[in-house]
């Protein structure tokens, strides 16, 4: 192929292998859901139900905290609402009855069943909703300003729900709910919404916000609105989060407002963290590495409580019973990933097709901005 021809390629495969990214993401959960399957085992599968629905929400939270470059810790407010908002419009009356008992017959909310999908819907549209309008404000507001405010308002919502008792039953677990989500269905979930991420990353919108990002005032002086970017992409987050929340509700059956509150956020935020919030890869490894690596060590914290129980030789070099083993460790690993690697584990960079190149071999790591001579530039 001659050099003129090489060149007009370029452009092609450079697209390919930007797009690419959701592609390998997405067979990579694929992969992980039919090792599930295969080992037929109905603890892993709740973990992996589990550890798709995280990721929807890391990746979601991405979408805002990665491209505008401010913290949030309100997330799981959105989540709340999606939550709450499903059953109001998926459960029948008798089951309301039940699970909602403090509900007024008389409302034109305790008549409302729809099915699985509308509710869904439904709970995505409040929850985008609300996210909009609280974000109003909010997006002018810059730096650990809007992180407190964020913070703020998981506060807010948490103990809004913990008193409306009509619409959430207070501080008691809802229980009843009938099981929708699945496997299958939360894997469709985070595959919908890695790929949203990564076109609202692509867009046009996106770009700018991550241009305002790096320097605000230099964006500003070419006409680029950050608050205008930062609230797209905060409803957008908002939206996902509500999403997320209705799966949640909708797979463990059963909950309360104390189910969304600092350690989910903690947990959410500790994926962005070691993955790496600049890059919708990083929000999804990110995910997979914590949720998998909490549940082994949850293992771990019981088979050493069962060696202090039995008295064995392990059991006691250790002096007191083991609680919260799997936090201490996952705090640890974000101080080290924090002080030795600030961008997470991606580095803000996404898992293209030239990533697997470079990894075999004879491989050229090719330099951030050079033209690759086979897929055009690097991500």
Known sequence: MS?????????????????????????????IALISQWRADVVFDRVVTVLFINLLLAVGLQIFMGNSGLGSFGQYAFVTIGAYSSIWFSLTPAQKRMALPDMPKTWWLYEQHQPF?????????????????????????????FTIATFALLIVVNRVALQWAELTRGARTVLGIPKYTDLNVALIGAAIVIVIAFAFKESTIGLKLRASREDEDAAASIGINAAWGRWVAWTLSAAISALGGALWAHFIQQFSPHNFYLRETFLIVAMLVIGGAGSVSGAAIGAVLVALGQEELRQVENWINVERTANSVVGNLIPFEVRGFADIVLAIAIILVLVWRPSGITQGREITINTFRRLLPGGRRIPQGEADPVLGKTS
């Open 117 to 145: 999908l509308i509710a869904l819907l439904i709970a995505v549209a409040i929850g985008g909703l609300f996210g909009a309008l609280i974000g109003v404000p909010l997006v002018r507001l810059r730096g650990a300003s």
């Open 3 to 31: 050099a003129v021809a090489t060149r007009r390629e370029a452009p092609r495969r450079s697209l390919v292998n930007t797009l690419s990214t959701p592609v390998i993401l997405i067979v990579g959960l694929v992969i």
